[in-house]
């Protein structure tokens, strides 16, 4: 299906410019080590969702399709609620705001194909309104960038 291709090939491309990467936090004044582990288990999760939709089997059906972006959806935004409540140390707050900008645009990328699929009623459907999203694609690649910047500023590495 296209879907999947069209999906997985940006996933792909994303993963490639995002080899290493790291976030996850609670909130608070954070100390210098706390935000870099912290925010590098962020990245991390964010780039592990990303190979998790990337090496998925194809959805059989619509719904399997939404039940997938959904899920996927769910754990970027959880991501991106654990970035959100972080409060870093002066010396990060552009690395904190970048951050923030890259889970924004990978939850938005996965937001607008869910809701391709969910206003769709076949797979051939759902194929070419996301097809219609390829504007979305270089803010999708912008968001991977940033990611990459973020990991190699905190010094992350993913394996």
């Known amino acids: 299906m296209k879907f999947r291709s069209t999906i997985v090939l940006a996933v792909m491309v994303a993963l490639v410019a995002v080899l290493a990467v790291g976030v996850v936090g609670c909130g608070g004044p954070m100390t210098e080590d706390e935000y870099k582990e912290e ?72 937001t607008e194909a869910k809701k391709a699929f969910d206003e769709s009623e076949s797979m051939e459907e759902a194929s070419t309104a996301f097809e219609g999203l390829e504007s979305m ?21 993913i394996e």
Not at 40 to 62: C, S, Y
Not at 88 to 97: E, G, I, M, S, V
Not at 140 to 153: I, S
Request: glycine share 6%.
């Open 137 to 157: 694609f270089e803010d999708f690649m912008k968001a991977a960038a940033d990611l990459q910047t973020v990991a190699d500023e905190l010094g992350v590495t």
């Open 39 to 110: 925010a590098g288990q962020a990245v991390k999760d964010l780039v592990a969702a990303m190979e998790e939709f990337n090496t998925m089997e194809e959805p059989e059906t619509i719904e399997d399709a939404r039940t997938v972006l959904g899920e996927q959806v769910d754990k970027i935004s959880d991501v991106k609620k654990t970035i959100d409540g972080f409060d870093p140390p002066d010396k990060y707050k552009d690395t904190n705001d970048t951050l923030k900008s890259a889970a924004e645009g990978i939850e938005s990328f996965f």
